[in-house]
């Protein structure tokens, strides 16, 4: 069979990325260009800014990209591109980018949902089995999401508000952690013991979660041991926000395994790299004797080599765009 080359272009956030992936699963070349250290003076990414910065970037990242892989677009089968969802200004750079190339070197379309690409990032570790559940966890998203084969995704449930990551952010910024402040909350944890008593959200029968009542409660717990002019132990409030936010979990991932007959559980999204989430996943798929994987840390937040992966089975499901395909802020995974 012939090797398929899938060009990957990501930039629903403030990454710039392009990537060169073979067959969905090998790892060709990839080239980010990371806007971290930009967006840290405002304590968040500003919209405006990282859409400049992806109209600086992307030329040249899609050039060291083809450098890197020794290959040309004559070598390129298909173009995967993220079209949504994401901050609106910065999709679109990269989408008239993968579209001009699209146009010029007559290479076929490939929309990618940016949650798809998350998803796929774990066939670049393992072979994914079904049926699977993914637990999408990010910044934006907290997702349970059911696959009985490639490309046949059905949502379970949901955030009801905040998305896990954005409330690891959050707290973080209560506790006076500098942005991006969900992983020095995770590297505090590790340091701290569980004291502080916190509610677990929405502990119900459904699918679903709920986090602004877990935030809201961590920063009355702040204001009011200040009232009291105690000091706060971050390392011990850390840790007993993290255990409560991860039980909110991995009871739902529990439910969903018992109750769907699910074979393999996967982690995708920024908050995969979250150590504490990690471990207890790892705890509880093992005891239940299901299979799990999760990415390297450098799939887990946005790249180009996840959206390549996905390219890849979307290209075999035979999904194409043409030229008038236009981003979007919010659309379902379908």
Known sequence: MKDIYILGIESSCDETSASIVKNGTIEISTVVSSQIDIHKTYGGVVPEIASRHHVKNITIVLEECLE???????????????????????????????????????????????????????SLVKELEFPLLAVVVSGGHTELVEMQDHYKFKKLGGTLDDAIGECYDKVARVIGLEYP??????????????????????????????????????????????????????EDLAASFQNTAIQAIT????????????????????????????????????????????????????????????????????????????SKSQDELK
């Not at 290959?71 to 980018?97: C, F, H, Q, R, V």
């Not at 502080?196 to 409660?217: Q, T, W």
């Not at 739902?252 to 109750?259: C, E, M, N, P, S």
């Open 251 to 326: 009871s739902k991932v529990k439910k969903a395994i018992v109750d769907r007959n699910i074979k393999h559980v996967i982690l995708a999204g920024g908050v995969a790299a979250n150590k504490g989430l990690r471990k207890a996943m790892e705890d509880l798929t093992s005891s239940l004797n299901v299979d799990f994987s999760v990415p390297p840390f450098k799939y887990c937040t946005d790249n180009a080599t996840m959206i390549a992966s996905a390219g890849f089975y979307a290209y075999k499901d035979g999904r194409r765009a043409d030229l008038r395909l236009n």
């Open 181 to 234: 402040g969900g992983p020095k909350l995770d590297n505090l944890a590790e340091k701290g013991t569980i004291t502080y008593k916190l509610p677990i959200p929405l502990k119900d029968d459904s699918y679903n979660f709920s986090f602004s009542g877990l935030k809201s409660a961590v920063i009355n717990l702040v204001h009011n041991e200040e009232q009291r002019g105690h000091t706060i132990n971050k």
């Open 68 to 122: 890197k892989a020794h290959l040309t677009m004559n070598d390129i089968d298909a173009i995967a591109i993220t079209y949504g969802p994401g901050l609106i200004g910065s999709l679109l750079i990269g989408l008239e980018a993968a579209k001009t190339l699209a146009f010029i070197y007559q290479k076929p379309l490939i929309p990618v949902h940016h949650i798809a690409g998350h998803i796929y990032a774990n």
